[in-house]
């Protein structure tokens, strides 16, 4: 019987000698290694299958195959291309190049003044909601289409906060066209610099083609540009010449001045607000290591010491390597949001996510007590529901996001966008 049972076990590959203890273990660790070496490869071979399944899908799907076809996109078509690009290919950085796109701003003195004196981020308890409400009105009309109530209902509110500011000159046009700009210009530039792939000139001309009636529908003028009064082929165009537009305008207005640096200051803790205190000093480093020379200089930063540059470098090198060769591409149902779908029996809407204070998150049983909250309670920060109504958790009313002190106010004047906007964004193309 003992031959029979080592011979099986030996036909099996199981053991050698029945009398040494280990060698099953040994056997069966090079089954798990024989297993690795067809599964790995496999693996990769899948991946490089399908990532970039999505961007020839893209292309099939919006039938604009030519520069010339450009020129009939569609603000819905438009929409729906940077929505893939913002929920399923480059959630991380299209997001973070949008905050920083509103970071930019602040290396501009005329902007920064502003800010300063409305006290709206100059201070640390208006800046947290500021951040928030900015952040509620960009999600609502980017994450909605062009015709949409939401959509329509965050441009009003928008164009309506800095109406005043406008017709006073407090805020300057060409301020207004930068920062839209900047909108279009920072995901592309993010994209190309820090992620797996870059943006193929359909998905340019979709950022270009959105930004552009996103520009008309808030009434921002486009005669600085070259093409402004004679009007632009398309998409593509418009962002070529805004980019180039910005750059101009960041060379002659992106000075240094000590009130840039005193909104950084703030803007800085509110990125940094979820980072261990320990850990701080690595995470100002990283900041200022993302930002490029003349920014640095406006914002009056130093620039970081040259081994920490090096590191970060290769940190967002290996992400990259990472996410084009051994990442899958993000499925629909895992897609990113940061919003509620629906709105609730007051008409509210919640933030599904947060990255500072919790502004508009529901306490539910998961963002109270899930891996966040777990996270934030170790961070020493309020979770959801806590502090009474501080942090609104009863979610936002577009209507009412802003300052406190605009909180009610300007339905009427809200009322009367909301008409021209039923009439003029319609999801059509905004070249024709």
């Not at 870059?198 to 003028?221: F, R």
């Amino acid at each position: 019987m003992e031959n029979d049972t080592q011979y099986t076990a030996e036909g099996l590959g199981y053991v050698s000698d029945p009398t040494t203890p280990w060698a099953f273990l040994g056997a069966s660790s090079q089954q798990i290694l024989t297993s690795a070496c067809l599964l790995i490869p496999a693996y990769l071979i899948l991946v490089s299958l399908l990532r970039f399944r999505r961007v020839r899908w893209l292309s099939q799907k919006y039938n604009y195959p030519t520069r010339e076809s450009f020129s009939r996109m569609t603000d819905d078509d438009a929409y729906a291309i940077q929505k893939t690009l913002i929920q399923l290919e480059f959630p991380f950085f299209y997001l973070k190049s949008l905050q920083f796109a509103l970071f930019r701003t602040y290396g501009i003195p005329t902007v920064s003044r502003v800010l300063t004196n409305t006290s709206q981020f100059s201070e640390s308890a208006t800046s947290l909601k500021r951040y928030a409400d900015t952040s509620a009105l960009v999600q609502e009309f980017v994450g909605h289409a062009p015709s949409s109530k939401r959509a329509c209902a965050s441009i009003a509110r928008t164009r309506w906060i800095h109406s005043s500011y406008r017709a006073s000159g407090k805020i300057l046009e060409d301020d207004m066209l930068y920062t839209l700009g900047l909108f279009a210009v920072q995901p592309v530039r993010f994209i190309d610099m820090y992620e797996w792939r870059s943006l193929t000139d359909l998905e340019k001309c979709a950022v270009g083609t959105y930004w552009k009636s996103m520009g008309d529908s808030l009434d921002i003028s486009y005669d600085a540009l070259p093409s402004g009064k004679t009007g632009f082929r398309d998409g593509l165009q418009w962002l070529e010449e805004i980019m180039a537009w910005n750059d101009e305008y960041e060379a002659r207005c992106m000075v240094p001045d000590t009130k840039n640096h005193q909104i950084a200051e703030q803007t800085i803790t509110i990125i940094l607000y979820m980072v261990p205190r320990q850990l701080l000093y690595l995470g100002e480093r990283f900041v200022s290591f993302m930002m490029d020379d003349r920014l640095r200089k406006a914002m009056l930063y130093d620039a970081p010491p040259a081994l920490d540059a090096k590191v970060f470098s290769l940190l967002l090198s290996a992400r990259r390597f990472a996410m084009r060769y051994l990442a899958l591409p993000r499925p629909y149902f895992l897609r990113y949001t940061t919003f509620t779908d629906e709105l609730d029996k007051n008409d509210r809407i919640f933030s599904t996510n947060w990255d500072a204070a919790p502004y508009y998150v529901k306490p539910t049983i998961r963002n109270r007590w899930g891996p966040i909250a777990w996270l934030t309670w170790a961070l020493g920060r309020p979770l959801p529901g806590d502090e009474g109504s501080k942090y609104y958790p009863q979610g936002y009313y577009t209507p009412d996001v802003g300052p406190k002190y605009f909180e009610g106010k300007g339905r009427r004047d809200m009322s009367e966008i909301m008409k021209e906007l039923e009439t003029t964004r319609r999801g059509q193309c905004p070249f024709l």
